[in-house]
């Protein structure tokens, strides 16, 4: 989202939370080149009023909520800290702005897991929701109190039910990147297997730079709404699998073992989305296939795993 935001001109603050751990954010943004380009700011989602002195000191014309403890096998383990930042987080930081800058717009990082377990084939934005898991019923709470301001204070709030979106950027612990890391690390010889749960989930994934491009046309619209972002098509974790090793010559029933502890308390097994409103409203369609996003993650993980053996 920096990256896309810089390259259309914008003047990028960046909220981020103090912690030890900060260095990640910075380590992404240089990844891509920007580290310099984008001002990062102390911030806190848990802190309305520190928010509302950033909101008064940058008056932003556009503020965009990806904040979250987004790891959905981690909120079964921390369900409060999760329903704190994930889903009061989102509430605090709209009364902030209701406060302090009620002109700017507001995008809201809905997610595909509020599905859960599905009332539909195909999950659209008129699909009812069945979270099935802390972090998606925290999630739902901040899409609902985003429809809540945007109908009752009359705020530019729109929310992107986003379905699964990837990159070399990806989290370690997310399955995807996950897979692609490992395939690396098999491949320079660095493991022999790779660890994991349920292999039959099914997901529709897409790549994060065509997903960022829709948060953006949303807050370009002259009406707020709320749309489901999603290529149409999913895939199983296996058949991910499948892919990744082939990528580098290797079979992956070879490589990949699965393990009870790795499953999740509540699964979800499918999650397909309809993007038809997007594409109609926003004209917005993917441009990344599956397998183009795969291989740049693996050869991501290569030469990242490469750099670490010549140092």
């Given at each position: 989202?920096?990256?896309?935001l810089?390259?259309?001109?914008y ?12 260095d990640v954010v ?14 990062l ?12 002195r950033?909101?008064?000191t940058?008056?932003p014309d556009e ?5 979250a ?7 079964w383990?921390q369900?409060l ?12 930081l709209l009364?902030?702005i209701?406060i302090?800058?009620?002109?700017a ?8 897991e ?7 084939p195909?999950q659209?934005?008129t699909?009812p ?16 109190m ?5 109908e009752?204070?009359?705020?530019h ?5 986003l379905?699964?979106?990837e ?5 370690i ?10 395939v ?6 660095l ?9 039959n ?7 994060a730079?065509?997903y960022?491009?829709a ?7 002259e009406?707020?709404?709320?749309y489901v972002v ?7 974790i ?12 290797l ?5 990949v073992?699965?393990r ?8 979800v097994?499918v999650?397909l989305?309809d993007?038809?409103k997007a594409?109609q409203?926003l ?10 996003m795969i ?7 290569l ?7 010549r140092?």
């Amino acid at each position: 989202m920096s990256r896309f935001l810089l390259e259309k001109g914008y003047r990028v603050i960046g909220m981020l939370r103090r912690s030890a751990s900060s260095d990640v954010v910075g380590e992404r943004l240089r990844w891509l080149g920007v580290i310099d380009q984008v001002e990062l700011v102390d911030g806190d989602l848990l802190d309305v009023s520190g928010m509302i002195r950033l909101l008064r000191t940058y008056e932003p014309d556009e503020v965009y909520n990806l904040g979250a403890q987004s790891f959905v096998a981690a909120s079964w383990n921390q369900p409060l800290l999760t329903g704190q930042v994930t889903g009061l987080g989102a509430a605090n930081l709209l009364e902030a702005i209701r406060i302090a800058w009620p002109t700017a717009r507001f995008y809201q990082a809905s997610s595909s897991e509020m599905f859960g377990r599905i009332r539909e084939p195909r999950q659209s934005e008129t699909t009812p929701f069945y979270p099935r898991s802390p972090y998606a019923a925290a999630k739902l709470y901040a899409h609902s109190m985003t429809v809540n301001y945007r109908e009752s204070f009359a705020m530019h709030a729109s929310t992107g039910i986003l379905f699964n979106h990837e990159s070399p950027l990806r989290g370690i612990e997310f399955v995807t990147r996950k897979i692609t890391d490992g395939v690396a690390r098999i491949k320079l010889g660095l493991a022999r297997e790779l660890p994991l749960g349920n292999l039959n989930a099914l997901r529709d994934w897409g790549h994060a730079r065509d997903y960022v491009r829709a948060m953006w046309l949303m807050l370009q619209q002259e009406q707020p709404d709320d749309y489901v972002v999603a290529t149409g098509h999913n895939t199983a974790i296996r058949e991910f699998c499948r892919l990744a090793f082939a990528h580098v010559g290797l079979d992956y029933e070879e490589h990949v073992v699965t393990r009870n502890d790795l499953l999740r308390p509540a699964e979800v097994d499918v999650l397909l989305g309809d993007a038809s409103k997007a594409k109609q409203v926003l004209g917005w369609t993917p441009t990344i296939s599956l397998d183009e996003m795969i291989a740049e993650m693996v050869e991501a993980d290569l030469a990242r795993h490469r750099a670490r053996l010549r140092s």
